[in-house]
């Protein structure tokens, strides 16, 4: 063979080899693109859950502040009555009102039953209203605590964060003052935020919580398999521990 007939072959195999690997790449990334399960984005839910509230907006609900962009609230820390510590995600997969207050907050004070009140009726396994208190320094005559007592707030469990981390994790308007309040899903993002005092137990905030509660209780109940679907699990299970026994033994 001549080098002139070797070259052109060398040329034509090359090309053949590379036209070939370049259609197998190209089915690779097809394959892996096609095999790629669709992924929820980053608080998807809570905007979600944020976006069915927009008509529910009124009365004393008028200035909450949905969220419109995806935001964890993140580790928060405090601490129980007790002094012992607890993490924001001992509620992890709830839903959660985090509510920032102080002693020497008048409109605090003030509020503070409704939101005991609210827990009483509408406090459950998916549902808890967590009440921190921010004074900086609550050691001094326990104020805080006295105060919690003279109020007779017995539904709310008692949490404090001298660190007022918890009033700083709040979206950009923090800085409205107290009483600040996170409605927070149970992926630990924010649905809404409301600085200033409400009226927890009235028609248009119970009308709100619903529908939040209402939407959390959805998903959760789509996440689950269906009595029928567990059946069918179950059946398979069983069936495959009995075919075996009804093969015939090989002699």
């Known amino acids: 063979?001549?080098?002139?007939?070797?070259?052109?072959?060398?040329?034509?195999?090359?090309?053949?080899?590379?036209?070939?690997?370049?259609?197998?790449?190209?089915?690779?990334?097809?394959?892996?693109?096609?095999?790629?399960q669709p992924r929820e984005l980053p608080c998807t839910a809570a905007l979600e859950t944020a976006e069915a509230l927009k008509p529910l907006l009124v009365?004393?609900?008028?200035n909450l502040i949905v969220s419109t962009e995806p935001r964890r609230v993140g580790d928060i820390r405090?601490?129980?009555?007790?002094?012992?510590?607890?993490?924001?995600?001992?509620?992890?997969?709830?839903?959660?009102?985090?509510?920032?207050?102080?002693?020497?907050?008048?409109?605090?004070?003030?509020?503070?039953?409704?939101?005991?009140?609210?827990?009483?009726?509408?406090g459950h396994d998916d549902f808890?209203?967590?009440?921190?208190n921010v004074d900086k320094d609550p050691k001094p005559a326990q104020k805080p605590l006295q105060f919690w007592s003279k109020a007779g707030l017995s539904d709310l469990d008692y949490y404090a964060d001298p660190s007022m981390r918890v009033w700083g994790?709040?979206?950009?308007?923090?800085?409205?003052?107290?009483?600040?309040?996170?409605?927070?899903?149970?992926?630990?993002?924010?649905?809404?935020?409301?600085?200033?005092?409400?009226?927890?137990?009235?028609?248009?905030?119970?009308a709100v919580l619903t529908a939040a509660l209402g939407q959390h209780r959805s998903r959760q109940a789509n996440a689950q398999p269906t009595p029928a679907a567990r059946h069918d699990d179950n059946t398979a299970s069983s069936m495959a521990l009995i075919r075996p026994l009804s093969q015939p033994t090989a002699r």
């Open 1 to 36: 063979m001549s080098r002139a007939i070797r070259t052109t072959f060398v040329t034509v195999l090359t090309g053949l080899f590379g036209f070939i690997a370049g259609l197998a790449g190209i089915y690779g990334m097809r394959t892996v693109a096609g095999n790629d």
């Open 78 to 122: 405090f601490t129980d009555r007790a002094g012992q510590p607890i993490q924001l995600d001992r509620w992890k997969g709830r839903m959660v009102l985090v509510n920032a207050w102080a002693e020497w907050c008048p409109p605090c004070r003030t509020e503070l039953p409704s939101l005991d009140k609210l827990q009483q009726e509408l």
């Open 59 to 62: 009365g004393q609900m008028a």
């Open 128 to 132: 808890e209203v967590v009440a921190v």
């Open 169 to 206: 994790r709040m979206p950009t308007d923090w800085r409205k003052g107290l009483p600040g309040t996170m409605l927070i899903d149970g992926a630990g993002c924010i649905v809404a935020t409301l600085y200033g005092p409400a009226e927890w137990t009235g028609a248009d905030a119970k």
